[in-house]
Protein backbone atom coordinates (compact mmCIF):
# COMPACT_ATOMS: atom_id res chain seq x y z
CA UNK A 1 0.00 0.00 0.00
CA UNK A 2 1.32 3.50 -0.26
CA UNK A 3 1.62 4.91 2.72
CA UNK A 4 1.24 8.92 3.76
CA UNK A 5 3.89 10.84 5.94
CA UNK A 6 1.82 8.48 8.82
CA UNK A 7 0.57 4.90 8.11
CA UNK A 8 -2.97 5.20 7.90
CA UNK A 9 -4.29 1.39 9.00
CA UNK A 10 -7.42 1.71 8.33
CA UNK A 11 -9.92 3.09 5.55
CA UNK A 12 -13.30 2.39 3.64
CA UNK A 13 -11.41 2.91 -0.26
CA UNK A 14 -7.96 2.49 -0.96
CA UNK A 15 -5.06 2.00 -3.33
CA UNK A 16 -3.01 -1.20 -2.24
CA UNK A 17 -0.37 -2.06 -3.49
CA UNK A 18 1.26 -4.97 -2.51
CA UNK A 19 4.53 -6.94 -3.73
CA UNK A 20 4.81 -10.83 -4.64
CA UNK A 21 7.52 -12.56 -4.20
CA UNK A 22 9.52 -15.62 -5.21
CA UNK A 23 12.30 -17.03 -2.17
CA UNK A 24 14.45 -17.61 -4.65
CA UNK A 25 14.86 -16.69 -8.22
CA UNK A 26 12.79 -17.77 -11.13
CA UNK A 27 10.32 -16.57 -13.88
CA UNK A 28 7.58 -14.35 -13.88
CA UNK A 29 4.95 -15.21 -15.97
CA UNK A 30 2.72 -12.14 -16.02
CA UNK A 31 3.84 -8.81 -17.56
CA UNK A 32 2.64 -4.88 -16.57
CA UNK A 33 -0.83 -3.90 -16.94
CA UNK A 34 -2.23 -7.64 -16.94
CA UNK A 35 -5.13 -8.37 -14.50
CA UNK A 36 -5.02 -10.84 -11.79
CA UNK A 37 -7.44 -13.25 -9.87
CA UNK A 38 -6.36 -14.20 -6.54
CA UNK A 39 -5.87 -17.64 -7.64
CA UNK A 40 -3.57 -16.76 -10.62
CA UNK A 41 -0.36 -17.91 -10.77
CA UNK A 42 2.13 -15.18 -11.73
CA UNK A 43 5.26 -16.73 -11.11
CA UNK A 44 7.15 -19.61 -10.14
CA UNK A 45 10.48 -21.21 -9.28
CA UNK A 46 12.49 -24.32 -8.10
CA UNK A 47 13.40 -24.95 -4.61
CA UNK A 48 16.27 -26.83 -3.48
CA UNK A 49 15.18 -30.02 -1.60
CA UNK A 50 16.34 -30.59 2.32
CA UNK A 51 19.32 -31.73 3.44
CA UNK A 52 18.69 -35.32 5.32
CA UNK A 53 20.64 -37.69 6.89
CA UNK A 54 20.35 -41.07 7.97
CA UNK A 55 22.53 -42.64 11.14
CA UNK A 56 23.95 -46.02 9.43
CA UNK A 57 26.19 -46.87 12.05
CA UNK A 58 23.07 -46.65 14.65
CA UNK A 59 21.25 -48.64 11.81
CA UNK A 60 23.23 -51.39 11.57
CA UNK A 61 25.06 -51.76 14.99
CA UNK A 62 28.29 -51.50 13.50
CA UNK A 63 31.55 -48.61 14.33
CA UNK A 64 31.58 -45.00 12.32
CA UNK A 65 34.58 -46.78 10.73
CA UNK A 66 33.09 -49.48 9.14
CA UNK A 67 30.35 -47.49 7.66
CA UNK A 68 31.87 -47.23 3.84
CA UNK A 69 32.26 -50.83 3.76
CA UNK A 70 28.61 -51.55 4.52
CA UNK A 71 27.45 -48.90 1.99
CA UNK A 72 25.13 -49.97 -1.47
CA UNK A 73 25.22 -46.52 -2.92
CA UNK A 74 28.00 -43.80 -2.87
CA UNK A 75 26.64 -41.25 -4.70
CA UNK A 76 23.64 -40.10 -7.28
CA UNK A 77 20.13 -40.28 -7.18
CA UNK A 78 18.23 -42.70 -4.70
CA UNK A 79 14.78 -43.44 -4.30
CA UNK A 80 12.42 -43.86 -1.24
CA UNK A 81 12.87 -47.77 -0.21
CA UNK A 82 16.16 -48.33 -1.91
CA UNK A 83 18.76 -50.18 -0.46
CA UNK A 84 21.27 -47.84 1.18
CA UNK A 85 23.72 -50.23 3.10
CA UNK A 86 23.57 -53.91 4.25
CA UNK A 87 25.64 -55.73 6.85
CA UNK A 88 26.16 -59.45 7.75
CA UNK A 89 27.20 -60.31 11.75
CA UNK A 90 27.01 -64.15 12.22
CA UNK A 91 23.85 -65.15 11.38
CA UNK A 92 22.42 -61.59 11.39
CA UNK A 93 22.06 -59.63 8.21
CA UNK A 94 20.85 -56.02 8.40
CA UNK A 95 19.42 -53.71 5.97
CA UNK A 96 18.89 -50.30 5.83
CA UNK A 97 16.64 -49.08 3.16
CA UNK A 98 16.31 -45.20 1.86
CA UNK A 99 13.29 -43.00 4.03
CA UNK A 100 13.95 -40.27 1.22
CA UNK A 101 14.27 -39.91 -2.59
CA UNK A 102 17.08 -37.55 -3.76
CA UNK A 103 20.63 -37.06 -4.40
CA UNK A 104 23.31 -38.75 -2.48
CA UNK A 105 25.46 -35.87 -0.73
CA UNK A 106 28.23 -37.89 0.89
CA UNK A 107 29.32 -39.99 4.15
CA UNK A 108 30.22 -38.44 7.42
CA UNK A 109 31.02 -39.97 10.64
CA UNK A 110 28.38 -42.65 10.26
CA UNK A 111 25.69 -40.86 8.78
CA UNK A 112 24.75 -41.11 4.73
CA UNK A 113 23.38 -37.35 3.55
CA UNK A 114 20.68 -37.29 0.66
CA UNK A 115 19.36 -34.20 -0.43
CA UNK A 116 15.46 -33.98 -1.66
CA UNK A 117 15.21 -33.52 -4.76
CA UNK A 118 14.02 -29.98 -6.02
CA UNK A 119 10.29 -29.23 -5.52
CA UNK A 120 8.40 -26.53 -7.83
CA UNK A 121 7.16 -23.10 -5.89
CA UNK A 122 4.16 -21.48 -7.49
CA UNK A 123 3.26 -17.72 -6.34
CA UNK A 124 0.01 -16.91 -6.91
CA UNK A 125 -1.42 -13.19 -6.70
CA UNK A 126 -2.94 -13.32 -3.92
CA UNK A 127 -5.02 -10.11 -4.01
CA UNK A 128 -6.97 -9.15 -7.28
CA UNK A 129 -6.38 -6.31 -9.70
CA UNK A 130 -3.14 -5.39 -12.04
CA UNK A 131 0.11 -5.47 -12.08
CA UNK A 132 1.78 -2.87 -11.18
CA UNK A 133 5.63 -3.19 -12.06
CA UNK A 134 7.34 -6.40 -12.73
CA UNK A 135 10.43 -6.99 -10.36
CA UNK A 136 13.19 -8.52 -12.59
CA UNK A 137 13.05 -12.20 -12.11
CA UNK A 138 12.17 -11.95 -8.45
CA UNK A 139 8.59 -11.27 -8.66
CA UNK A 140 5.60 -8.87 -9.43
CA UNK A 141 3.97 -5.97 -7.53
CA UNK A 142 -0.03 -6.37 -7.86
CA UNK A 143 -2.04 -2.96 -7.75
CA UNK A 144 -5.77 -2.94 -6.68
CA UNK A 145 -8.40 -1.00 -4.55
CA UNK A 146 -10.36 -2.11 -1.68
CA UNK A 147 -11.06 -1.60 2.16
CA UNK A 148 -8.22 -2.76 4.32
CA UNK A 149 -7.90 -3.33 8.33
CA UNK A 150 -4.95 -4.26 9.97
CA UNK A 151 -5.06 -6.42 13.07
CA UNK A 152 -2.08 -7.15 15.98
CA UNK A 153 -2.38 -10.44 15.92
CA UNK A 154 -2.94 -13.31 14.13
CA UNK A 155 -2.07 -17.16 12.76
CA UNK A 156 -3.11 -16.38 9.48
CA UNK A 157 -0.46 -16.76 6.58
CA UNK A 158 -2.98 -16.13 3.59
CA UNK A 159 -6.04 -17.14 3.58
CA UNK A 160 -9.22 -15.68 1.37
CA UNK A 161 -13.24 -16.63 1.99
CA UNK A 162 -16.28 -14.87 1.74
CA UNK A 163 -16.76 -12.24 4.44
CA UNK A 164 -19.91 -13.57 7.03
CA UNK A 165 -21.06 -11.31 9.88
CA UNK A 166 -21.87 -13.82 12.64
CA UNK A 167 -22.16 -11.74 15.47
CA UNK A 168 -24.61 -8.46 15.92
CA UNK A 169 -22.74 -6.08 17.85
CA UNK A 170 -18.65 -5.60 18.25
CA UNK A 171 -18.82 -6.97 21.90
CA UNK A 172 -20.47 -10.54 21.09
CA UNK A 173 -19.07 -13.55 22.21
CA UNK A 174 -18.67 -16.23 19.44
CA UNK A 175 -20.41 -19.24 20.42
CA UNK A 176 -19.59 -23.07 19.42
CA UNK A 177 -23.03 -23.81 18.69
CA UNK A 178 -23.68 -21.44 15.36
CA UNK A 179 -20.87 -22.31 13.71
CA UNK A 180 -21.96 -24.87 11.19
CA UNK A 181 -21.96 -26.13 7.31
CA UNK A 182 -23.01 -23.02 6.24
CA UNK A 183 -20.13 -21.29 7.52
CA UNK A 184 -17.66 -23.40 5.16
CA UNK A 185 -15.37 -21.56 2.89
CA UNK A 186 -16.31 -18.12 4.46
CA UNK A 187 -14.19 -16.03 7.23
CA UNK A 188 -16.55 -15.53 9.82
CA UNK A 189 -16.60 -12.09 12.13
CA UNK A 190 -17.32 -11.96 15.41
CA UNK A 191 -16.74 -9.60 18.61
CA UNK A 192 -15.16 -11.70 21.18
CA UNK A 193 -13.94 -15.41 21.23
CA UNK A 194 -13.32 -16.99 24.43
CA UNK A 195 -14.65 -20.42 23.45
CA UNK A 196 -12.16 -23.52 21.88
CA UNK A 197 -14.85 -25.29 20.95
CA UNK A 198 -15.73 -22.12 18.34
CA UNK A 199 -12.31 -22.90 16.78
CA UNK A 200 -12.61 -26.66 16.90
CA UNK A 201 -15.92 -26.25 15.21
CA UNK A 202 -14.61 -23.99 12.49
CA UNK A 203 -11.40 -26.50 11.78
CA UNK A 204 -14.57 -29.07 11.29
CA UNK A 205 -17.27 -27.13 8.82
CA UNK A 206 -13.76 -26.15 7.23
CA UNK A 207 -14.08 -22.11 7.88
CA UNK A 208 -11.34 -20.20 6.23
CA UNK A 209 -10.62 -17.96 8.80
CA UNK A 210 -11.86 -15.83 11.58
CA UNK A 211 -11.58 -11.85 12.63
CA UNK A 212 -11.97 -10.73 16.20
CA UNK A 213 -11.79 -8.01 18.06
CA UNK A 214 -10.03 -9.82 21.23
CA UNK A 215 -9.01 -13.31 22.05
CA UNK A 216 -8.63 -15.00 24.90
CA UNK A 217 -4.59 -15.08 25.56
CA UNK A 218 -4.98 -19.36 25.95
CA UNK A 219 -6.30 -20.33 22.68
CA UNK A 220 -3.31 -18.76 20.54
CA UNK A 221 -1.22 -22.04 20.46
CA UNK A 222 -4.94 -23.54 19.62
CA UNK A 223 -5.28 -21.24 16.26
CA UNK A 224 -1.80 -21.96 15.14
CA UNK A 225 -1.94 -26.36 16.11
CA UNK A 226 -5.60 -25.84 13.92
CA UNK A 227 -4.09 -24.44 10.98
CA UNK A 228 -6.91 -21.55 11.51
CA UNK A 229 -6.83 -18.07 10.07
CA UNK A 230 -7.57 -16.03 12.58
CA UNK A 231 -7.12 -12.11 12.45
CA UNK A 232 -6.86 -10.12 15.93
CA UNK A 233 -8.08 -6.33 15.65
CA UNK A 234 -8.20 -4.78 19.23
CA UNK A 235 -6.04 -7.13 21.36
CA UNK A 236 -5.86 -10.16 23.68
CA UNK A 237 -8.18 -10.63 26.66
CA UNK A 238 -12.13 -9.54 26.38
CA UNK A 239 -12.40 -6.14 24.43
CA UNK A 240 -15.10 -5.37 21.67
CA UNK A 241 -14.28 -4.96 18.33
CA UNK A 242 -14.04 -1.01 17.94
CA UNK A 243 -17.16 0.15 16.31
CA UNK A 244 -15.77 1.87 12.92
CA UNK A 245 -13.78 -1.59 12.25
CA UNK A 246 -16.96 -3.40 13.02
CA UNK A 247 -19.18 -0.99 11.18
CA UNK A 248 -16.58 -1.61 8.20
CA UNK A 249 -17.14 -4.85 7.85
CA UNK A 250 -20.67 -5.51 8.03
CA UNK A 251 -21.06 -3.03 5.35
CA UNK A 252 -18.78 -5.98 3.09
CA UNK A 253 -20.78 -9.14 4.45
CA UNK A 254 -20.75 -11.09 1.04
CA UNK A 255 -17.33 -9.96 -0.36
CA UNK A 256 -14.21 -11.60 -0.76
CA UNK A 257 -11.92 -10.90 2.18
CA UNK A 258 -8.09 -11.60 1.86
CA UNK A 259 -6.10 -12.38 4.92
CA UNK A 260 -2.61 -11.76 5.07
CA UNK A 261 0.03 -12.00 7.60
CA UNK A 262 1.33 -14.05 10.62
CA UNK A 263 3.30 -12.21 13.76
CA UNK A 264 5.72 -15.40 14.62
CA UNK A 265 7.39 -13.75 11.25
CA UNK A 266 8.13 -10.69 12.95
CA UNK A 267 7.18 -8.43 9.23
CA UNK A 268 4.16 -6.43 8.77
CA UNK A 269 0.99 -5.98 11.09
CA UNK A 270 -1.61 -9.02 9.42
CA UNK A 271 -4.56 -7.59 7.71
CA UNK A 272 -7.59 -7.86 6.36
CA UNK A 273 -8.24 -6.58 2.57
CA UNK A 274 -11.78 -6.63 0.93
CA UNK A 275 -11.54 -5.59 -2.78
CA UNK A 276 -13.76 -4.08 -4.27
CA UNK A 277 -14.95 -4.67 -7.91
CA UNK A 278 -13.06 -3.66 -11.15
CA UNK A 279 -15.45 -0.69 -11.73
CA UNK A 280 -13.60 1.37 -9.75
CA UNK A 281 -10.31 0.90 -11.01
CA UNK A 282 -10.79 4.21 -13.25
CA UNK A 283 -10.82 5.69 -10.33
CA UNK A 284 -8.11 4.42 -8.59
CA UNK A 285 -5.60 6.41 -9.71
CA UNK A 286 -7.24 9.43 -8.63
CA UNK A 287 -8.05 8.06 -5.49
CA UNK A 288 -5.93 9.82 -2.26
CA UNK A 289 -4.65 6.75 -0.81
CA UNK A 290 -3.71 7.19 2.72
CA UNK A 291 -4.09 10.81 4.36
CA UNK A 292 -1.66 12.61 7.26
CA UNK A 293 -3.06 12.88 10.18
CA UNK A 294 -4.74 16.37 10.97
CA UNK A 295 -7.14 17.92 13.40
CA UNK A 296 -10.18 17.24 13.11
CA UNK A 297 -9.86 13.88 12.42
CA UNK A 298 -11.59 10.02 13.86
CA UNK A 299 -8.52 7.65 14.66
CA UNK A 300 -8.38 4.33 16.58
CA UNK A 301 -6.34 3.96 19.57
CA UNK A 302 -4.06 0.56 19.14
CA UNK A 303 -1.65 0.57 22.22
CA UNK A 304 -2.74 0.56 26.08
CA UNK A 305 -4.25 2.48 28.04
CA UNK A 306 -6.12 3.09 25.48
CA UNK A 307 -6.54 0.15 23.28
CA UNK A 308 -9.00 0.30 20.83
CA UNK A 309 -10.76 3.44 21.82
CA UNK A 310 -12.13 6.01 19.32
CA UNK A 311 -10.99 9.32 19.60
CA UNK A 312 -10.86 12.74 17.82
CA UNK A 313 -7.84 14.67 16.99
CA UNK A 314 -7.94 18.41 18.40
CA UNK A 315 -4.21 19.08 18.31
CA UNK A 316 -0.64 18.42 16.15
CA UNK A 317 2.07 19.29 18.30
CA UNK A 318 4.44 20.59 16.41
CA UNK A 319 7.38 19.30 18.13
CA UNK A 320 7.86 15.63 19.74
CA UNK A 321 6.17 15.33 23.17
CA UNK A 322 7.54 12.80 26.17
CA UNK A 323 4.90 10.17 26.42
CA UNK A 324 4.41 8.19 29.73
CA UNK A 325 7.55 5.37 29.67
CA UNK A 326 9.71 8.56 29.13
CA UNK A 327 10.44 8.05 25.61
CA UNK A 328 9.86 11.44 22.64
CA UNK A 329 7.24 10.85 20.24
CA UNK A 330 5.80 12.99 17.24
CA UNK A 331 2.09 12.37 17.81
CA UNK A 332 -1.55 14.01 18.33
CA UNK A 333 -3.99 15.51 21.07
CA UNK A 334 -6.77 13.55 21.34
CA UNK A 335 -10.02 13.73 22.89
CA UNK A 336 -11.64 10.48 23.81
CA UNK A 337 -15.29 9.58 23.90
CA UNK A 338 -15.48 10.57 27.56
CA UNK A 339 -14.20 13.96 27.01
CA UNK A 340 -10.59 13.13 28.35
CA UNK A 341 -7.32 14.62 26.54
CA UNK A 342 -4.67 12.66 25.97
CA UNK A 343 -0.94 12.64 23.85
CA UNK A 344 -1.36 9.83 21.51
CA UNK A 345 2.08 8.42 19.55
CA UNK A 346 1.22 8.68 15.74
CA UNK A 347 1.95 4.84 15.58
CA UNK A 348 -0.35 4.07 18.88
CA UNK A 349 -3.23 5.58 16.28
CA UNK A 350 -4.97 4.56 13.35
CA UNK A 351 -7.29 6.96 11.10
CA UNK A 352 -10.81 5.97 10.43
CA UNK A 353 -11.70 7.32 6.98
Known amino acids: MILAPHDVRFSRLTQIMRTRTLPVPGRVLVKVGDRVRTDDIVARTALQGDLRSVNLA ?49 ISDGYLFIREHQEPFLLRAHLPGKVARVNGNQGITVRSAGAIVQGIWSSSGEHRGVLAMMAQHPHDLLTWDRVGLWYRATVIVGGILRDRRVLLRARQFQVHGLIVGSLDPSLKPLCRDLGLAVLVTEGMGHIPMAQPIFDLLRSHHGRLVVLSGDTRDGGDLPEAIIPIPSKIEGEAEAMIVAQPFQVGVNVRI ?16 QTPQQTTIGTRLEGADVRLIDGRRAFIPFVNMERLE
Open 58 to 106: QMLGVSIDAVPQCVQVTDGNVSKGQLLATVRHLLIKRHVYSPYSGTVQG
Open 302 to 317: TRPPYLGQVALVVGIP
